[in-house]
């Protein structure tokens, strides 16, 4: 048995794994009501989801996957930072 034969059986379990995670992750989010500050804790644990998904697509092993996969992993900080900073702007309106 080599290590593609022992990959090939271990990916479904990441995947299944990886699916239920994020099932349950948006189910949490939506359990938490309008409070001051929510919005980090949601960008968090989106954050700590999304890292795990890129971890499972390197697992692919797929080169075009590898490449979105790094990409996205780089210009996540950019879109999440924009939203914080908006979420922000407008708290600080409110003020």
């Not at 059986?9 to 949490?28: D, M, Q, R, T, W």
């Not at 949601?42 to 979105?68: K, Q, S, T, W, Y």
Request: with cysteine; hydrophobic share 65%.
């Amino acid at each position: 048995m080599n290590i593609y034969s022992i990959m090939e059986l271990i990916l479904p379990y990441f995947y299944l794994i990886a699916g239920v995670a994020l099932i349950g992750v948006s189910l949490g989010l939506f359990r938490f009501g309008q409070r001051q500050n929510i919005v980090y804790a949601r960008l968090h644990i989106l954050g700590v989801m999304d890292a795990a998904c890129i971890l499972v697509i390197l697992f692919l092993g797929n080169p075009v996957a590898i490449l979105a996969a790094l990409v996205h992993f780089l210009l996540m900080p950019f879109a999440v930072h924009s939203i914080a900073w908006a979420d922000f702007m407008e708290a600080d309106d409110d003020v």
